[in-house]
């Protein structure tokens, strides 16, 4: 099946630094991905939809300006964690679409001290 | 908000018994997708079924779908300790752009 990337695996950082996290399509385009946040033991949120050459669509409640996404090209996608709180800390995770179905990286896990 | 929860939270059999895992959902969908997760690790796809669909397998895996109640069931059956891991249920409201997903149970198994 279709592989999706993330970089890095885990991250800790202190409080008040930016944390880019980059989510690549290996062997596939594309256009579409999505970011999700999952905190310890719960399930996964949809933070915002990024699409290549346009802006991002963010879920009610997500600040746009805290959680920047950056897709700049059909393989990559960033989000990157501005000024990041110990409230950000969590596992987060990109998915991309692909003609046989969704596939999902393996997480990055963000602890803010 | 969820679309999705389920039950059990947590569920904890011994190996060679079957699991049954349940999903409810609140609107309409397109079609509802189940997915394995390892501690600490990103989503693996397992079996996706249509709206239009009421039943699927695929290995010892079998999903039922009910749309007049919005529910649906993940019965693994022989179960084995590497099955070990949360399952979540996603659904689909169209398009394919958007997953919402379930609350998720805890599966493990014991040897």
């Known amino acids: 099946g279709a592989v999706v990337s993330q970089h890095p695996s885990r991250v800790i950082c202190k409080s008040g630094t930016s944390v880019k996290i980059e989510c690549r399509s290996l062997d596939f385009q594309a256009t579409t991905m999505f970011w999700y946040r999952q905190f310890p033991k719960q399930s996964l949120m949809l933070m915002a939809t990024?699409?290549?050459?346009?802006?991002?669509?963010?879920e009610q409640g997500v600040e746009k300006d805290k959680f920047l996404i950056n897709h700049a090209s059909l393989t990559l996608s960033t989000l990157t964690v501005t000024s990041a709180h110990p409230e950000d800390s969590s596992f987060y995770i990109c998915?991309?679409?692909?003609?046989?179905?969704?596939?999902f990286g393996p997480g990055t896990r963000l602890t803010v001290l | 908000s969820q679309q999705g929860e389920e039950d059990p939270q947590a569920l904890s059999i011994q190996e060679g018994e079957n699991a049954t895992m349940n999903c409810s959902y609140k609107t309409s969908i397109n079609n509802l997708q189940w997915y394995r997760q390892n501690s600490g690790r990103g989503l693996v796809h397992l079996i996706l079924?249509?709206?239009?669909?009421r039943e699927k397998h695929s290995g010892r895996l079998r999903v039922t779908l009910d749309t007049s109640k919005k529910s649906s069931s993940l019965l693994i059956t022989a179960s084995r300790a590497a099955d070990t891991a949360s399952y979540f249920c996603?659904?689909?409201?169209?398009?394919?752009?958007?997953?919402?997903f379930g609350t998720g149970t805890q599966l493990k198994v014991e040897l």
């Open positions: 996603a659904t689909d409201t169209g398009g394919g752009n958007k997953l919402t």
């Open positions: 079924i249509r709206s239009n669909e």
């Open positions: 990024s699409n290549e050459g346009s802006k991002a669509t963010y």
């Open positions: 998915s991309a679409r692909e003609l046989t179905g969704r596939f």
